[in-house]
């Protein structure tokens, strides 16, 4: 039995992606649809065949001591595979951005020059837990003509492997390039390095997990990162608020799922709001179980009914993944904006407020990839969007910011027309 050097493995699978993603380039939009379709039917049909493989896993996670939240990105279920599958379908259903002409215009000299939408060739995807990601972003990548080198978390690895079998059974079936979605099997860590100093075959990666994760590709990566480090979103609640509106967008926020980047971490109370107001929110927060991180203003605001920690400055900066929320009260709605921009990730932040000036100037001081008027920081999705399914929300500027379809994983090129044209 040879020796497995995993240097050669990793350099073998970039160069079968970076031939594969030439000829994803130049397939019809049918023929991406009809492999999207085939995954999503395999999906439902081997569903016994997944959640088995999910189950060992599980039982893997559970013996690790994984935390809940962890346990849960991990899980399938039936309806969890429906809904990969329904996704899937979404996709296909969009219009194929290959060949779309962005822009165009006729040229003094009778030149027509065409921006048009072109791949961004192989996607270097690194992941954790979460396998119902392994499909999304296969198909996001394949739907944009890029060919796509999937790498998941040890902790996933026997639901990706089938999930992976998936893909090239239905490329198999299909006639798309076989190595247009590969799965990596090795979950030696050092192979995520190998792949990030490849940027003759690897266009761009695009890490999504824990900050570390991201923190570690963002530093070793020789071509493009499209990230996010973390999601400390803030929920930040005005005078003019309405409190029914206030405290179901609050909760929501804040508890509908814990372990996600777009949960709420943070509420922002201006002094003004009536204190019953107040005590409302913050003992709704404490009956659903989440703990209260507060400043002196808001310990006082809740006077003895609820439970409280003092806040540190750490509070204010945290992604928690938690039933804890910090809690700070301001002055004003410039004190708010400037609280907001210093501690947050840049990811989702939400208003609730009935006053226009108000809203306006939240929404156009918040540096965030997504503002929220009235409306939960968990609605920062690519399918609440209707973008379809996401390969993950950018806090970038470049190339993408916010939830990153298949639009996203494209680039461009100018393709020009003339009529034996010259340059004089």
């Not at 970039?14 to 993603?21: I, N, P």
């Not at 503002?371 to 999705?381: G, K």
Request: contains cysteine; proline residues 3%; glycine residues 6%.
């Amino acid at each position: 039995m040879t020796e497995f050097n995993l240097q050669e493995y990793c350099r073998d699978v970039a160069a079968r992606a970076k031939r594969a993603s030439r000829a994803l380039a130049a397939l019809s939009g049918g023929q991406k649809n009809q492999w999207l379709e085939t995954v999503a039917t395999m999906l439902v049909d081997r569903a016994e065949l997944i959640l088995a493989e999910n189950a060992k896993d599980l039982a893997a996670a559970r013996e690790a001591g994984l935390k809940p939240s962890m346990i849960d990105r991990l899980t399938l279920t039936r309806k969890t595979l429906e809904g990969m599958a329904q996704a899937l379908r979404e996709i296909a259903a969009f219009p194929d951005p290959i060949g779309e002409t962005i822009s165009s215009s006729i040229r003094p000299s009778g030149l027509e020059v065409r921006k048009v939408r072109a791949p961004l060739g192989v996607v270097f995807f690194v992941y954790e837990s979460r396998p119902n990601v392994t499909t999304d972003a296969a198909a996001i990548c394949v739907k944009s003509g890029n060919a796509v080198i999937l790498r998941g978390g040890k902790e996933a690895i026997h639901s990706n492997i089938v999930l992976g079998k998936i893909l090239a059974d239905a490329a198999e079936a299909t006639g798309l390039p076989k190595d247009a979605a590969q799965l990596l099997t090795t979950t030696d860590r050092n192979a995520i390095d190998e792949f990030l100093h490849m940027p003759e075959y690897v266009n761009v990666a695009i890490p999504r997990g824990g900050e570390a994760l991201v923190k570690r590709v963002a530093t070793e990566a020789k071509m493009p990162v499209i990230k996010h480090f973390a999601g400390n979103c803030h929920v930040y609640v005005d005078p003019s608020a309405d409190p029914e509106v206030a405290v179901r967008v609050l909760l929501n926020s804040k508890m509908q799922r814990l372990g996600t980047c777009n949960t709420a971490e943070s509420l922002v109370l201006h002094s003004q709001i009536a204190p019953s107001l107040a005590q409302r929110l913050l003992n709704a927060l404490s009956e659903k179980g989440c703990a209260l991180r507060v400043d002196e203003r808001a310990r006082k605001l809740v006077g003895d009914a609820v439970q409280v920690e003092a806040a540190t400055e750490q509070d204010f900066y945290a992604e928690y993944l938690a039933a804890i929320i910090s809690v700070k009260v301001v002055d004003s709605l410039e004190e708010a904006i400037a609280h907001i921009n210093e501690h947050s990730s840049g990811h989702t932040e939400a208003i609730i407020s009935q006053d226009v000036r108000a809203i306006k100037r939240f929404t156009t001081e918040i540096d965030s990839a997504a503002v929220m008027v009235n409306a939960s920081t968990r609605l920062h999705d690519g399918g609440q969007f209707g973008l379809g399914a996401e390969i993950g929300i950018s806090t970038d500027k470049f190339h993408a910011r916010g939830p990153c379809g298949v639009n996203e994983l494209t680039s461009y090129k100018y393709v020009v027309y003339g009529d034996g044209a010259l340059r004089e």
